[in-house]
């Protein structure tokens, strides 16, 4: 089992920054991949941003690609995801997942909210 907590959403204008991050307990931390999806309101859940167990394959979407930088800190046990140049069409919940099995996200957080106003 893993729980993960999000923080670090908030409201901010465009071509701003914000550093979410993602707390991950439970299962040893560096044995798993872990990723950022993010919803916006009447849309589907969409992925952002993935980094392999040791950080050193990651993967974006094309919409954040070059603005948005994903890393990990295996100490401490958390996931991070830079958010630069941020654009109104970023706004949505932002959620970390954690990969165990390399076969689909199983666990997930609860959720942190970004607004980027225009």
């Known amino acids: 089992q893993v729980q993960l907590v999000e923080s670090g959403g908030g409201l901010v204008q465009a071509g701003g920054s914000l550093r979410l991050s993602c707390a991950a307990s439970?299962?040893?931390?560096?044995?798993?991949?872990m990723g950022w999806f993010r919803q916006a309101p009447g849309k589907e859940r969409e992925f952002v941003a993935a980094?392999?167990?040791?950080?050193?394959?990651?993967y974006y979407a094309d919409s954040v690609k070059g603005r948005f930088t994903i890393s990990r800190d295996n100490a401490k046990n958390t996931v991070y995801l830079q958010m630069n140049s941020l654009k109104p069409e970023d706004t949505a919940v932002y959620y970390c997942a954690a990969d165990l099995e390399a076969g689909g996200y199983d666990y997930w957080g609860q959720g942190t909210q970004v607004t980027v106003s225009s």
């Open positions: 439970g299962r040893t931390f560096s044995s798993y991949a």
């Open positions: 980094i392999s167990w040791s950080g050193g394959s990651t």
